[in-house]
């Protein structure tokens, strides 16, 4: 089973701050995607990123895929409180065709 | 153009009754998608259908649980009998993509309590 280990769990930040949250695996993926998901609602893709190494920007979100295609960030600049919810990643591994999701980091930007 | 719908919204039931989840995907995709969501697991792959046919159903839970797509406009999760353990919010989602690595198109969600 391929485990994609998101941190932090819990982020609560002041609207105008930057952060950062990661996406970690011992495993390799083919593709990498992160979600966005507000409270009563369902996940809505953000991103698909695919090359190791690939960087892809979304206005103030920037998206990392590591070299290795193990790993991916999420940079969020100057966090507004519309950017509240709970950000997945989910890759698809190589030998799995399956698109496998952490348990998401919930962000919390207070106004 | 209207997305995944999903009903009911909320359902909350007794243990050892029958629960049934709907789902309509959005028109043109030919794959669907049931997923469990809890906070201890996460997101959850229950089973996906292909073109209405199942193609995986390794992730549903135990034999009480089960996933019909008669038509490719409509599709069920049945769950008999419930227990509490059940409870979670269960996720309907399809894509054109024809398998699960595309990109998903999430329903709002049916939350299940079993009491």
């Known amino acids: 089973t391929q485990l994609l280990e998101q941190s932090p769990q819990f982020l609560s930040i002041q609207e105008g701050e930057n952060l950062t949250v990661y996406c970690n695996s011992s495993s390799v993926f083919s593709s990498l995607q992160w979600y966005r998901q507000e409270p009563g609602e369902g996940p809505v893709l953000l991103v698909t990123?695919?090359?190791?190494?690939e960087v892809k920007k979304l206005k103030r979100l920037t998206f990392q895929f590591g070299d290795a295609r193990k790993d991916s960030s999420l940079h969020i600049t100057a966090a507004q409180p519309g950017d509240t919810g709970l950000y997945l990643c989910?890759?698809?591994?190589?030998?799995?065709?399956?698109?496998?999701f952490g348990k998401g980091t919930l962000l919390t930007v207070n106004p | 153009d209207a997305g995944v719908i999903q009903s009911p919204r909320h359902e909350v039931t007794e243990m050892g009754q029958e629960v049934t989840l709907r789902c309509k995907p959005i028109s043109g995709h030919n794959s669907l998608f049931w997923y469990r969501q809890t906070m201890m697991r996460g997101l959850e792959l229950l089973i996906y259908f292909n073109n209405n046919v199942p193609i995986d159903d390794s992730g549903m839970p135990e034999d009480r649980f089960s996933a019909k797509m008669p038509n490719a406009s409509f599709s069920t999760l049945k769950i008999q009998p419930s227990e509490p353990r059940d409870s979670a919010v269960y996720f309907c989602?399809?894509?054109?993509?024809?398998?699960?690595?595309?990109?998903?198109?999430f329903g709002e969600g049916s939350r299940l309590t079993v009491l």
């Open positions: 989602a399809s894509n054109k993509a024809g398998g699960p690595s595309g990109e998903l198109f």
């Open positions: 990123v695919v090359t190791g190494g």
């Open positions: 989910a890759g698809v591994g190589g030998s799995n065709y399956k698109l496998t």
